[in-house]
C-alpha cells in the first residue's frame, strides 16, 4: 500500500453541489430542465462576446497559455480601480489563490482563524499544509460577525484570519470598521473574501492603501458568468505579491479561460445585467420564501439566502431530496461547520425558474 501521508488520511473531503448528469441519472429526469439554486452560479449564462471569443480561439489549444497574464491583469486593475503590481491571477478560482496563499505563509503548526459557518474551502485547503484552524464565530442569528471571537482568538501563531463578506452561506456583511479593527489587532494576513462583492455593492478596497496585512480574494465565478473557466484573483501589497509568485504554477491559467475573462471584462453591459438579475431574483425568492410559515430565511447581500427549514417536519437531506425528485438543486448545508442539519441554502435563478422552484416548495410542503 502507498504510504499517504498521515495528514491527509484525517481530511474530511470537501463535499460539492451535484451535477445535473448526477441528478438526472438518479431521478431519471431531463438534464436539461434541472433547476440549478445549489452552487450560486449566474443564471444569465456567459458573455455571449466571451463565447463568441472562445468559439473563434478553440484551435489554440495545442499550444501553451501565456506565462505572462499582465494583459489580463491590467483589466483586472481597471476594473477594481487598484494598480496592476496588487494583482494576482488564479487558475482555479478562488481557491487556486487560496492554494498558492497557504504556500506562501503556511509552516506545520501555524493557526489560522476562520468564522463558521463561512465557506468551507478555507479548511480544506489549509490543513493540507499542516495549518491548524481555530474558531471565531458568526452570529446567526443576527447574521453578523461576533468580532469579539476574533480578536479573542489571535494569538502568536495566528498567520491568516478569513473574513468572507457577502458570508457564504448567510449572506451578512462584516461591517468595515469590524475588517478595521481586526487588521489593528494583528501582524497576520486578514484575507476578505469578496467572491461576492458585487451583489451587495460594497467592498474594502480603500482600505489596502491604509494596511499591507489586507489580501482581498474574488473570482469570475458568480456576476462574471464564468464558474466552469476557473478564473479568481487576488489583490495585496505588492511586495507581497511577489512572494506568492514565486509558489504559483506558471500555466496555471489555461488558454481559453485567459480569453474568456479578458473578453468578459470588455462586456461592461453584460456584467451590469448580470448584477441586476441576480438582485432582482434574490429580492423575490426572499419575498416569496417569506411568506412560507415553517421558513425562516435569512436577508442576502449575496446572490444566495440562507433557510432555517426545521419547523417543516424534514432536515435538510430530506428537503433536498424532495426538491431533487422534483427537478431542483439546493444546497444541503448539514456539511457546513457551525450549522445543524436543518438549513439550506437557495441561489438565484431565472425568473421563470424561480417561480417554479416557490411552487414546487410549496406542493412538497403541504
Known amino acids: 500500500m502507498v504510504r499517504v501521508k498521515e ?51 478553440l484551435h489554440k489549444i495545442n499550444t501553451y497559455p501565456e506565462s505572462n497574464t499582465d494583459d489580463l491583469k491590467r483589466k483586472i486593475a481597471s476594473y477594481a480601480g487598484v494598480n496592476v503590481e496588487e494583482v494576482i491571477i488564479g487558475g482555479d478560482g ?40 481555530v474558531y471565531a464565530r458568526w452570529d446567526i442569528e443576527k447574521n453578523q460577525l461576533d468580532l469579539d471571537s476574533v480578536l479573542e482568538a489571535i494569538s502568536p501563531r495566528t498567520k491568516v484570519i478569513f473574513l468572507c463578506t457577502p458570508n457564504n452561506p448567510t449572506g451578512g456583511l462584516i461591517d468595515k470598521k469590524d475588517i478595521r479593527t ?21 467592498n474594502n478596497l480603500e482600505l489596502l492603501a491604509e494596511y499591507d496585512n489586507l489580501f482581498i480574494l474574488r473570482t469570475f465565478s458568480k456576476v462574471m458568468g464564468l464558474a466552469g473557466m476557473r478564473i479568481g484573483y487576488g489583490i495585496g501589497n505588492k511586495e507581497f505579491i511577489q512572494y506568492m509568485h514565486r509558489v504559483k504554477p506558471v500555466f496555471s491559467l489555461n488558454k481559453l479561460s485567459h480569453i474568456a475573462a479578458s473578453t468578459t471584462l470588455d462586456d461592461p453591459d453584460y456584467i451590469e445585467r448580470s448584477n441586476e438579475l441576480s438582485i432582482q431574483s434574490r429580492d423575490y425568492l426572499y419575498h416569496e420564501m417569506s411568506k412560507i410559515p ?9 446572490n444566495y439566502m440562507l433557510v432555517d427549514i426545521r419547523d417543516t417536519g424534514m432536515n435538510s437531506r430530506e428537503i433536498s431530496e424532495e426538491l431533487m425528485k422534483n427537478g431542483v438543486i439546493v444546497r444541503d448545508c448539514s456539511s457546513f461547520r457551525g450549522l445543524d442539519e436543518y438549513w439550506i441554502r437557495v441561489s438565484v435563478a431565472t425568473m421563470e425558474e424561480d417561480e417554479q422552484f416557490i411552487n414546487i416548495l410549496q406542493n412538497i410542503l403541504q
Do not use: C
Open 182 to 202: 481586526v487588521l489593528e489587532s494583528t501582524d497576520a494576513l486578514v484575507v476578505v473574501d469578496e467572491a461576492y462583492w458585487e451583489f451587495s455593492g460594497v
Open 294 to 302: 415553517q421558513l425562516k430565511v435569512y436577508q442576502s447581500l449575496a
Open 94 to 133: 478562488a481557491d487556486e489563490i487560496l492554494d498558492v496563499l497557504a504556500k506562501t505563509l503556511i509552516e506545520p503548526g501555524d493557526e489560522y482563524i476562520v468564522h463558521p459557518p463561512s465557506y468551507m474551502y478555507y479548511e480544506f485547503t489549509f490543513n493540507i499544509h499542516g495549518a491548524v484552524p
Open 7 to 57: 495528514l491527509v488520511k484525517k481530511l474530511d473531503p470537501y463535499v460539492p453541489g451535484r451535477s445535473n448528469a448526477d441528478l438526472a441519472r438518479a431521478y431519471n429526469l431531463d438534464p436539461d430542465k434541472i433547476i440549478r439554486m445549489g452552487s450560486n452560479e449566474n443564471p444569465l449564462g456567459p458573455s455571449p462576446r466571451a463565447v463568441k471569443a472562445l468559439q473563434e480561439n
